[in-house]
């Protein structure tokens, strides 16, 4: 069995959901040809990079990526720290020939990843984007139904991804926050869409800011003034001019983790509703709507685990969870490295989406359309 080993940089929550996905896939995927070891974790303190060693069983805990880099013997560097350390990383990551595994957004702005396109012609290894909501069976099915023309032309679609955490006024101000809804939730249904509808040819934002300030993450009795944005709405056409619109907000009351789409087309639609990611909703205009309705109407896709082989535990019919597709993204990236093949959502992927998120920010602060 081929071994590679891996460091992850970075030890907080999207650390431990890649860390999860290496120590798991062995359960998940029936094959012997390969497996992935975390070797080495990088964290800011040594005390957090010692504790997610242990708990991971990885060998070496450090607190400067470049050991990560450095050492000849790590194939992949699974990059999961705040996007603001991104650039530096990939880029150094890049220049060593590493595979690279990268939690989105790519980095933190259109100049950093004009960085990053400078030097991708000249990178040898494999990549991917951790854009784990394209890796559900439901998301996969509705990729396959579009480009096999079942819904024909597409005339309007809607997505949206909902949390209610910032709808409190009293929350701090983390970097999470900082970065903004755009950045954060955005990125994930914004890609989605965009790549289930065959790419938006242009994009009009609006934005909003809840609260004028709230108290630091550092000094809870103080409070700072807030500049990113804690909600999107973006309206975006298509090359054949359907239009729809894309909400991200951190300010939805009531909602939890709730990412959706519909997508209407001249001979059917689709419909992945939030929170019932085990079905993907058809409707096909083909049946007969007479007598008294026929039968036509939505007809629901028990796409539940049913993943392609090696892939199969558990049962196929068990509900899937949010996890299970963090497992099939990452179990993506890593076949690719075993069988020498470029895949995606890649680097230039990532350079892409930062270019459109930079867009919507821009189109949201003049009101104006933007072309992409």
């Known amino acids: 069995m081929k071994e590679y080993k891996v460091g992850i940089i970075g030890a907080g929550f999207i650390a431990r959901v890649h860390a999860y996905g290496y120590l798991n896939l062995p359960l998940f995927y029936d094959q012997q040809d390969f497996k992935f070891t975390v070797k080495t974790v990088c964290a800011a303190h040594q005390s957090s990079a010692d504790k997610f060693a242990a708990q991971i069983g990885a060998a070496k805990a450090v607190t400067d990526y470049r050991e990560i880099i450095d050492d000849p013997e ?32 790519l980095v933190s702005s259109a100049a ?25 069976p439901a998301t996969l099915r509705a990729k396959q139904l579009i480009d096999d023309g ?24 983390k970097w ?12 994930h249904i914004l890609d989605l869409v965009d790549y289930l509808t065959g790419g938006f040819k242009s994009v009009c934002a609006a ?24 909600n999107m709405h973006v309206l975006a056409t298509l090359a054949n001019g359907a239009c729809g619109v894309i909400t991200a907000s951190k300010i939805t009351t009531g909602a939890e983790d709730e990412l959706g789409f519909a997508i209407h087309g001249s001979k059917g ?26 039968v ?3 007809t629901a896709i028990d796409c539940g685990q049913r993943y392609s082989k090696p892939a199969g535990f558990p049962t196929p019919k068990a509900a899937i969870g949010w996890m299970r597709g963090h497992m099939h993204c ?5 076949n690719n490295i075993h069988t020498g093949t470029a895949g995606e959502p890649d680097l230039a992927r990532g350079i892409y989406m930062q270019y459109m998120l930079e867009k919507i920010k821009e189109s949201a602060k003049n009101g104006k359309w933007i072309q992409l």
């Open 74 to 105: 790590i194939d992949v560097v699974d990059i999961a720290s705040p996007n603001d350390f991104h650039c530096e990383q990939l880029l150094a990551a890049m220049e060593a020939g590493k595979h690279i595994y990268c939690d989105k957004p």
């Open 112 to 136: 950093e990843a004009d960085k990053i396109a400078a030097v991708l012609p000249g990178y040898k290894g494999i990549s991917q984007m951790t854009l784990q909501n394209r890796f559900f």
């Open 150 to 173: 079942m819904i024909g032309d597409v005339l309007e679609f809607r997505g949206q991804y909902l949390h209610s955490g910032s709808a409190d006024p009293s929350a701090p101000l």
């Open 176 to 187: 999470k926050l900082e970065a903004g809804t755009i950045a954060d939730l955005g990125s």
């Open 207 to 230: 934005t909003h800011i809840a609260y004028a300030d709230r108290p630091s993450a550092s000094e809870p009795g103080k409070r700072v003034p807030v500049t990113a944005e804690d």
């Open 269 to 294: 639609a689709l419909r992945f509703d939030p929170m019932d990611l085990d079905k993907l909703y058809y409707y096909e205009m083909s049946k007969s709507s007479s007598p008294l309705g026929g």
């Open 296 to 298: 036509r109407g939505w």
């Open 330 to 334: 990452l179990w993506n990236f890593l």
